[in-house]
């Protein structure tokens, strides 16, 4: 058994017994046991799975675990042959559209399925995202760079600042629009983000991503991606936001501001919400259409202000009943710079943290609050409790939800490490994160219509 | 004439597909039911055929997606939950489902597998909301006895159930789907392919069947149950076979198939006396729309007027081929029809077969054949809709008819009531499975297989012997009840009423068979509902005579009760009272034909009550009745 193979998730006895019988991973064998035999290909374990079976794909497709007992036989029977993806050829790049750039975080976008042995591949290349989703050739000449292959919760403040530069490279280069393919766990907090990094934006930045992984049928990965192409390519708005499902139904797609949406759901398709806005625009069969007439407007000769730093030295703590003020000090302790409270209510957090956060303003973190409702604006004025937190000096970030105003302070004390400058320009809009009315708008996911007929 | 089906080398293969009765679904914990109302929900999809080695991909699928058919998915709250819609993971396999199969692969001797993984099956006609069945091997390698003949079988799988087609829009791009029985249970039994005959098969379905039914966790009726056939004869293709929902209809489907097989290969071998080769037929596609500007035929007439065309394909020397028929009702035509429905999305195909015919006269065929130059000996098949689909139709139609140059072509059918099949679909190539990540896989230990084993159902013989004994019913009765697969309602129904078990036994097979013999949907009456029949019968509130009618009326008055069903027809029972009052008139009005008859007045008088009172008062009351009176 080769090195290959035992990163397979075989160990123990089964790899002992696999290894005397000159079995590898992708090899035909037959597993004799108790008068009965099973052929087909040997196929890898999954990390979680036990030790003590081994998987094998019948012919008929199926895959079985065969337990492994000393008096079971394994014989190999043929050798396997590698996964094939065969790259179907490029389409002709139309010299007429639109120069996209699409980047990958990690993830699969697009992916393929070698039905032989069950792998599933990443498809990457520009070749095999047209491969995967051809209807590209006919909106853009797409060129793709793999920034980072991450899980989305690995994702960091550094990866924020790598992916910023990056983004500005190819918009100096003449994109024409960015994409970014990113896992959906954490795809707000980065274009949060890139709203703040990115600032006087020529061309749109889409974030995109999907609810159902690329390789099955239902996929939302291509209509999405889809429409991020035409967002990032024709739409006439000029910001950082995300594009995904807006029902649950494969026909519109809502390109919402990247510092006022949130995923809101552990599953469905449109689990990312506009929180206390509206969506900036909507993708119909191809058609972008936009929903507001409040945007930065796309022109190509403006110049990109890039500034990508974020501090680290930044927490959120979430106030809930009981709360240990403890933590509030061991933040400070560990040379925290500012604590983003999520309050309760219009902004609230209960008294016996006082003398905590005043703790932690006098010794200079700034501290700032968003409320845990989500939806709708702070207003500290009308409770005694807001009154004394002012009075403490937290900063009430008005309708900011929480991971946007956690990014914007991360960002802030990227940029200052003075508390008094950086409280300015926390108050400051810099990329639509504050709206100064709140409308009347459907908030969260229920009461939501499933069809989107 | 009678086929020598082992003469000619038939073979058949049977899966049979039941839904199991458990508690949930077997990915969620919605109930296994269906609704008939409208839709609460509705949503749209695409399903996008998922790349993989080129050429994997399903070319009925792909051309689908290509198309952009979209389908529109309709659900309900109290049938289906995130999951069917495709908007939550599935959550872990449904224990209950693994052990109702474990059980019947144990009755059918097979061997469970140690670890089961459930497996992705790509299906993209939208009949699965992720583009997939999942499925899974739960035991394989096992045999069943039928008559002396032992049966390989192959395995017991558990999968999900697909939705059901509900209907199709704007010419077939949109495709309605319910997805209430998406997710049902389902056991799938495969047999190897050792069937020799029509009749074979019936048998082995049915002792199938028996035991699936003896797990007591099978459901019943129409659409519970579809035996899929995979047939095959030397020189033809290997068929399969799709819905059968009727077991009787087996026997007739194979024997067709193998007609229809036959009849292939008979239509090769004429082509390939007359000369014709596949090359001969060519796509060369002529508007023949102002043929037919004057025409009388209807669906010609409304596609022109519709600004549509009519487009024709010449056959070379196919002339007279079509018109031969290879099942009932069922010619060559048909098969190049079928084709171009599937493909060209059309209502069907002329062809000069058929000529002259539908208000087309026989000027319209002349100038026709003209048109595209045929000569006596060649067919023309012409088609009227868009311009897209009457393209495509016709080139389905010379795609199949090069087909039958070379003889017959594997497909996958589907079968119609009357036990002829039509073409669904062509055969899905590989099988395509991959793994479903989303579940982790399930050991079926030695402790659960134990303890299903020592539970296992009482095997059929054993059954039968039993109920001669316990309810002193005959051989003949008791083998009946045991293949109707009413047994443990038999049982359930003397244990908990006073009739006897032979009327029950009667009424669950004899009488049962006579009603859906005269087209009474019996699977619309519950087995509680059955029950609660005999409880009334055995506390005298129902005269055992109606208990046919009331059956009859239950089935067409679904969600009534029995006391609607006694209201209804009027089959109160006659107090003793309300009896002897008509007893007494009865006696009186024939007072003067009686007399000096003796004993044979009380046979007389016996048909004139019953005739008054037939299922409304129990005939020994009456015979009592009238004896007093007599005396």
Known sequence: MTEKAESSGYKGEVLNALRKAGCEVGDIIRVTAGGKSYEGILIPRSESGDTAHIVVKLKSGYNIGIRIKPDVKIERIGKGAKPMFASPLLPEQK????????????????????????????????????????????????????????????????????????VAEHIAQGADGVIIAHGTDTMAYTAAALSFALQNLPVPVILVGAQRSSDRPSSDAATNLIAAVQAATKAPFAEVAIAMHETVSDTSIAITRGTKVRKCHTSRRDTFKPVNATPLARVNNGEVIMLTDEYQKRDATKKLILKPDFSEAVALVKFYPGLDPAVIDWHVE??????????????HVSKYCFDAIRNAVNRGVVVALASQCIWGRVNMNVYDTGRDLLNLGVIPLDDMFPETALVKLMWVLGQTSDAAEAKKLLKINIAGEFSPRTMLDKFGVEGEEADGN | MAIDYAKIGLKVGLEIHQQLNTQAKLFCSCPPALFKEEPEITFLRRLRPTQSELGQVDPAAFFEFQKGVRILYEANRATSCLVEMDEEPPHPLNMEAVEVVLTAALMMNMQPIDEVHVMRKTVIDGSNTTGF?????????????????????????????????????????????????????LIEVATAPVIYSPAEAQEVALAIG??????????????????????????????????????????????????????????????????????DLRQEFVDVSAVFQRTKCKVIRKALDKGQMVLAVRLPKFGGVLKRELMPGFRVGTELSDRARFWGRVGGIFHTDEMPNYGITAEEVEALRKAVGAGVDDAVVFVADTAENVHDALKAVVERAQEAIAGVPAETRTAKEDGTTRYMRPRPGAARMYPETDIPPVLLTAELVEKIRASLPEPAEKKVARLMKEYSLNEKLAKQVVDSGYATLLETIVKASSVSATTVAAFLTETLKALKRDGVQIENVADEQVLEIFRAVGAGELAKEAVADVFAWLSKHEGKSLNDAVESLGLRPLSKKELEVIVDRVVAENKRSIEGLGNKAFGLLMGAVMKEVRGKADPDLVARLLKQRLR
């Open chain 1, 95 to 166: 010299p007429e559209l639109p120069k996209a750039i699409i980047l990958s975080t990690g993830g699969t976008i697009a992916s393929r399925v070698d039905y032989r042995s069950g792998a599933v591949r990443s498809a990457l290349s520009a070749s095999d995202l047209y491969g995967v989703v051809p209807e590209l050739a006919d909106v853009a000449r797409v060129e793709t760079e793999i920034v980072f292959s991450l899980y989305s919760e690995n994702l960091t403040q550094q990866h924020w600042s790598q992916l910023a530069q990056k």
């Open chain 1, 334 to 347: 560990k040379g925290c710079k500012g604590i983003l409270l999520e309050g309760t209510g219009l902004g």
């Open chain 2, 210 to 279: 028996r035991i699936l039914r003896d797990t007591g966790k099978v459901m019943r009726g129409l659409g519970t149950i579809r035996q899929d056939l995979n047939v095959s004869i030397p020189n033809g293709a290997l068929m399969e076979i799709k819905g059968v929902q009727e077991l009787e209809l087996i026997a007739k489907v194979v024997e067709y198939e193998v007609q229809r097989q036959l009849g292939l290969l008979q239509v090769k071998e004429e082509l390939n006396n007359r000369g014709v080769k596949a090359e």
């Open chain 2, 133 to 185: 069945q999942r499925t899974c091997i739960i035991a394989s390698d096992g045999w069943i006895k039928v008559g002396e003949k032992t049966i390989p079988m192959q395995a017991a799988s558990l999968e999900e159930d697909a939705a059901r087609k509900t209907g199709e829009e704007d010419g077939g791009k949109t495709i309605r789907y319910r997805i209430d029985r998406l997710g049902i249970p």
